[in-house]
């Protein structure tokens, strides 16, 4: 397994933009499968975006689609998320995951703790 530690999250107004960046410790080997995930107070957790270390194409939710985009700097181990156009329905904890399953759908067995991200509106 891997560790994972998010950072970037904090509060915007609607409009605004945040990147969320998630430091992973440990080897990433190709076929891992990162994501970002997100909960709102008093409701599941969702997925918002994923995409496999090796270069796959990236895939997000039909919410966030348009206007976030997941990235990626193999040299610093590090993922992002870069948000625009936030609504107030971002608000959230967000969280980055690792998933080492080779074949899909990807099972997340490694996760962070999570940074809030508030959108003002």
């Known amino acids: 397994q891997v560790q994972l530690v998010e950072s970037g999250g904090g509060l915007v107004q609607a409009g605004g933009s945040l990147r969320l960046s998630c430091a992973v410790s440990?080897?990433?080997?190709?076929?891992?499968?990162m994501g970002w995930f997100r909960q709102a107070p008093g409701k599941e957790r969702e997925f918002v975006a994923a995409?496999?270390?090796?270069?796959?194409?990236?895939y997000y939710a039909d919410s966030v689609a348009g206007r976030f985009a997941i990235s990626k700097d193999s040299s610093k181990n590090t993922m992002y998320l870069q948000m625009n156009s936030l609504k107030f329905e971002d608000t959230a904890v967000y969280y980055c995951?690792?998933?080492?399953?080779?074949?899909?759908?990807?099972?997340?067995?490694?996760w962070g703790q999570g940074t809030q991200v508030t959108v003002s509106s």
């Open positions: 995409f496999r270390w090796s270069a796959g194409s990236p």
């Open positions: 440990g080897r990433i080997f190709s076929y891992y499968t």
């Open positions: 995951a690792a998933s080492r399953t080779l074949a899909p759908p990807p099972k997340y067995d490694s």
